[in-house]
């Protein structure tokens, strides 16, 4: 039977490979491929590629996010950026909106070390991808 010009091309450019995995490891794998939205076939190159340190170029064709401009990162970036101020302004606002009698207490101390936390994110992340 002839083959196709996509079927020659794949036969001098992959190697199919076949081995087995228990049930459970197989069906955890594909389930978190398919939550990231990543095909199985990309993770199992990915891993080989680091794994023999070989082939750099699949692993940024195949991942998308390693592919993106640095434009569209910054972007992104920019995002989570704004949603973790949006959460410092929040924690603020529990802060200021919070009874004198309250003050001290342990909650109070929790979102005191939340906002310092979110202080210390927000500063390294405008260190590192806003400025």
Sequence with gaps: MPQSAKDRWNA?????????????VASNFKSDCEAHGVSMA????????DYSASEPAVIKKLH????TSRQL?????RTIVDTVEALHK???????NTPDNFRGTDVYAETENIV???ELALDALNEVYVN
């Design 12 to 24: 001098k450019h992959y190697r199919q490979m076949k081995f087995s995995v228990p049930l459970s």
């Design 42 to 49: 990309s993770v199992i190159t990915k891993f080989m590629c």
């Design 64 to 67: 998308p996010v390693l592919n």
């Design 73 to 77: 990162r910054r972007k992104k970036m």
């Design 90 to 96: 929040a924690e603020l606002g529990s802060l200021d």
């Design 116 to 118: 310092e936390a979110l």
